[in-house]
């Protein structure tokens, strides 16, 4: 239990709680004073030594069942609980439905079996689901319900629960009494629920491990809030951060104004100059120069579902409080479809704007679809890009499995001068999962890591010098 509750404190820090090292000895001297037999008593013991503010309840509350719920959930072993007359009448509806679904695949099969002898997914079992999920690369809280779907998907749990449906409906075929259908159901139904909740618990686990585990293997001097990746933020994080991006604007602007400055002259122009000294019997007189620097036509395109929605507010307020830097902004948003947003920044300033924008387009329950987005745009919206615009657009890649419209990237980028990724994820994490980044890279003309503030200034920066 103390390397449990150490871990679980290690979690904490890496989620941006801040716990000083005799705080952790409070919490430890508490347990052994209170013990750890009443569930309510620990919990609050454990909240009271280690958390100080109120934004940090959330963390605790959620990573409290990750460590110390633990125990497999129960399920019946319903071999045991109904009768053989039951048992008899059950598997030959099973049986009858297997010979009438011959798409019933193994997999299915033993999940069946597991559901009615009560046994929960092995330990092998449960890390090939999470391998092939791409849990391994998860590293956002805010991530647990996309895996934990996911995995089901991989254990077959949505062709289980058409199953039961079948299988309901076969017994009152073959004459079984509604009483025993529904107590047959009703267990069915519980370890099913249990077989879920195992998985969610791995997920929750799986992803404080790997929290803790990146946290822990940064240099001291680069935990700062520059450097922390946006969703181990606290709220009084991004606090100092949304302080701090007006301080960072005008060191942005003031680099863009001195390149533009010093790029007015250009480079030597031969053919101009012969030209121009024509006059002269082209003794070159007077010199021309080619200038470079032109102001970017900007068409941002943001992903703000919830792992996303940091990165937006940031990137979104210092393009704007650049506008003197830009000659024209367009300015989306999408979660499941595409939204424009240029005419919130015409009427507020730039922060008041971003946060008026995302109050207005919570996340929900819908889901990341940047394909119909990109559809979208392309219907209404493609007028705003040209062989002048750079096209910028920030998302992770995930497309829940949908269409993710890799003809359309192609298309964006054959029409404007560029089209720049803003992502989160390492290259590495780029086609697990729902991810169809390895498929959208080749269609940009470059891709930026964009997981901290100071990686996303620094994007910035490039496309501005780049301009």
């Given at each position: 239990?103390?390397?449990?509750?150490?871990?679980?404190?290690?979690?904490?820090?890496?989620?941006?709680?801040?716990?000083?090292?005799?705080?952790?000895?409070?919490?430890?001297?508490?347990?052994?004073?209170?013990?750890?037999?009443?569930?309510?008593?620990?919990?609050?013991?454990?909240?009271?030594?280690?958390?100080?503010?109120?934004?940090?309840?959330?963390?605790?509350?959620?990573?409290?069942?990750?460590?110390?719920?633990?125990?497999?959930?129960?399920?019946?072993?319903?071999?045991?609980?109904?009768?053989?007359?039951?048992?008899?009448?059950?598997?030959?509806?099973?049986?009858?439905?297997?010979?009438?679904?011959?798409?019933?695949?193994?997999?299915?099969?033993?999940?069946?079996?597991?559901?009615?002898?009560?046994?929960?997914?092995?330990?092998?079992?449960?890390?090939?689901?999470?391998r092939q999920a791409g849990l391994p690369n998860a590293d956002n809280i805010g991530q647990e319900g996309y895996y934990s779907r996911m995995m089901q998907r991989m254990a077959g749990m949505q062709q289980l629960q058409q199953m039961l449906d079948n299988l309901e409906e076969a017994l009152r075929e073959m004459g079984m009494s509604e009483e025993n259908i529904q107590e047959i159901m009703d267990m069915l139904e519980q370890n099913r629920e249990a077989?879920?909740?195992?998985?969610?618990?791995?997920?929750?686990?799986?992803?404080?491990?790997?929290?803790?585990?990146?946290?822990?293997?940064?240099?001291?001097?680069?935990?700062?809030?520059?450097?922390?990746?946006?969703?181990?933020?606290?709220?009084?994080?991004?606090?100092?951060?949304?302080?701090?991006?007006?301080?960072?604007?005008?060191?942005?602007?003031?680099?863009?104004?001195?390149?533009?400055?010093?790029?007015?002259?250009?480079?030597?122009?031969?053919?101009?100059?012969?030209?121009?000294?024509?006059?002269?019997?082209?003794?070159?007189?007077?010199?021309?120069?080619?200038?470079?620097?032109?102001?970017?036509?900007?068409?941002?395109?943001?992903?703000?579902?919830?792992?996303?929605?940091?990165?937006?507010?940031?990137?979104?307020?210092?393009?704007?409080?650049?506008?003197?830097?830009?000659?024209?902004?367009?300015?989306?948003?999408?979660?499941?479809?595409?939204?424009?947003?240029?005419?919130?920044?015409?009427?507020?300033?730039?922060?008041?704007?971003?946060?008026?924008?995302?109050?207005?387009?919570?996340?929900?329950?819908?889901?990341?679809?940047?394909?119909?987005?990109?559809?979208?745009?392309?219907?209404?919206?493609?007028?705003?890009?040209?062989?002048?615009?750079?096209?910028?657009?920030?998302?992770?890649?995930?497309?829940?499995?949908?269409?993710?419209?890799?003809?359309?990237?192609?298309?964006?980028?054959?029409?404007?001068?560029?089209?720049?990724?803003?992502?989160?994820?390492?290259?590495?994490?780029?086609?697990?999962?729902?991810?169809?980044?390895?498929?959208?890279?080749?269609?940009?003309?470059?891709?930026?890591?964009?997981?901290?503030?100071?990686?996303?200034?620094?994007?910035?920066?490039?496309?501005?010098?780049?301009?």
């Amino acid at each position: 239990m103390d390397q449990r509750i150490v871990e679980f404190i290690r979690t904490l820090r890496a989620a941006g709680v801040r716990i000083s090292v005799a705080e952790s000895y409070d919490a430890m001297n508490a347990v052994d004073k209170i013990g750890v037999h009443d569930r309510e008593t620990f919990r609050y013991s454990l909240r009271t030594t280690l958390i100080k503010e109120s934004d940090d309840l959330d963390s605790f509350d959620h990573f409290f069942p990750v460590f110390f719920d633990t125990a497999a959930p129960p399920m019946f072993n319903m071999e045991q609980e109904l009768s053989p007359d039951q048992q008899q009448m059950l598997q030959q509806a099973l049986q009858s439905l297997m010979g009438n679904e011959q798409a019933l695949q193994q997999m299915l099969q033993q999940l069946m079996q597991q559901l009615m002898q009560g046994q929960g997914f092995s330990q092998e079992q449960l890390e090939q689901m999470a391998r092939q999920a791409g849990l391994p690369n998860a590293d956002n809280i805010g991530q647990e319900g996309y895996y934990s779907r996911m995995m089901q998907r991989m254990a077959g749990m949505q062709q289980l629960q058409q199953m039961l449906d079948n299988l309901e409906e076969a017994l009152r075929e073959m004459g079984m009494s509604e009483e025993n259908i529904q107590e047959i159901m009703d267990m069915l139904e519980q370890n099913r629920e249990a077989l879920a909740e195992q998985i969610g618990r791995y997920v929750g686990k799986g992803i404080a491990d790997n929290i803790k585990d990146e946290y822990e293997t940064q240099p001291p001097d680069d935990r700062n809030l520059m450097d922390t990746p946006f969703q181990y933020l606290s709220q009084s994080d991004m606090d100092k951060l949304r302080d701090e991006v007006k301080r960072l604007a005008a060191r942005l602007r003031s680099r863009a104004a001195l390149r533009q400055r010093r790029d007015k002259i250009g480079d030597p122009d031969p053919k101009t100059t012969l030209r121009a000294n024509l006059r002269y019997g082209g003794v070159p007189l007077e010199l021309k120069y080619r200038s470079h620097h032109h102001k970017p036509k900007l068409v941002l395109i943001c992903d703000i579902s919830t792992s996303m929605r940091p990165s937006a507010e940031f990137l979104l307020t210092l393009i704007y409080m650049l506008q003197d830097q830009v000659s024209k902004t367009h300015s989306f948003i999408f979660i499941d479809d595409i939204r424009e947003i240029t005419h919130y920044f015409k009427e507020q300033r730039p922060d008041i704007a971003v946060q008026n924008v995302l109050n207005e387009n919570p996340p929900g329950h819908y889901n990341t679809d940047l394909g119909n987005s990109l559809s979208s745009f392309f219907k209404d919206h493609l007028g705003t890009v040209d062989n002048r615009t750079s096209v910028i657009i920030l998302g992770d890649g995930r497309n829940n499995y949908n269409d993710p419209r890799i003809d359309l990237a192609n298309d964006l980028k054959r029409r404007a001068r560029r089209v720049i990724w803003f992502n989160p994820e390492g290259e590495g994490q780029w086609g697990t999962g729902d991810s169809d980044m390895h498929q959208y890279a080749p269609a940009a003309s470059g891709v930026y890591m964009v997981r901290n503030l100071a990686q996303l200034v620094e994007a910035i920066d490039n496309i501005m010098a780049d301009s």
